[in-house]
C-alpha cells in the first residue's frame, strides 16, 4: 500500500510541479463546493470553475516545514523570478520527500507569475547572507544559483485522500478537457487554510 502511495503521489507531484502538456490545465484557487463527483472551485482570476473528478484522482497534502529542511543533498522544487540584482529569487520552496527524488528534474517556465521558472533539483550547497539563504541547485542538464529571501514558504507534500477536499480549502488542480467537461485528475491542498504556493 505503501509503494502504490508513494508512486501516486510521485504521479501528482510530477504534473503539479513540472510544466503541464498542452492538453493539460492546472488551477490555482479555493474549495467552494464538493460532491462524490464534482468539484466547484474559485480560481485566484475570480472564475468559478465546475470539475468532474476522475475516478483514479490523487490527492496530495501540501504543509509547511522548517527552513532547515534546505540543506546540501535535499531534492527540492523551486518556484523563481528574477530580482533586479539579475539573480534568481525564489517564490516558494518544496523539499520532496526522499521515496520522490528526481520528480520532475529540470529548470523550465512556470505559470506562477508572468515570467517564473520552476527548478527542481539537488541543493549542493546552501550559503547563509543578508538577503536569506543562496541554494546551488545541480540538475541533469544544468545548475542554477537561487536566492530564498527570508519569509518565502518552504513545503513539503505527502499523500492524502479525498477528506483533505473541503470547502475552503485552497488547492492546485491539474485538469484536463474530457468528453467536454474539464476534469480534475490530481489535486494539492492545504489543510485548515494552508495555501499551496507553487
Known sequence: ???ALLLALAFCATN???QGSPTSMRLRGTIEKV???TLVVKERSGETVTLALADNLTVAEVMPVDPT???SGAFIGTAAVTGADGKLSALEVLVFPEAMRGTGEGHSPWDLQPGST???ATVTE???GAKGREMKLRYKDGEQTIVVPEG???VTIKPADRSLLVPGAKVIVTAQMRNGQPTALRVAAGRNGFAPPM
Do not use: E, G, R
Open 1 to 3: 500500500m505503501k509503494k
Open 118 to 120: 520552476m527548478t527542481n
Open 16 to 18: 503539479v510541479l513540472a
Open 35 to 37: 460532491d462524490p463527483t
Open 126 to 128: 546552501v550559503v547563509h
Open 152 to 154: 518565502v514558504p518552504i
Open 69 to 71: 529542511m534546505i540543506q
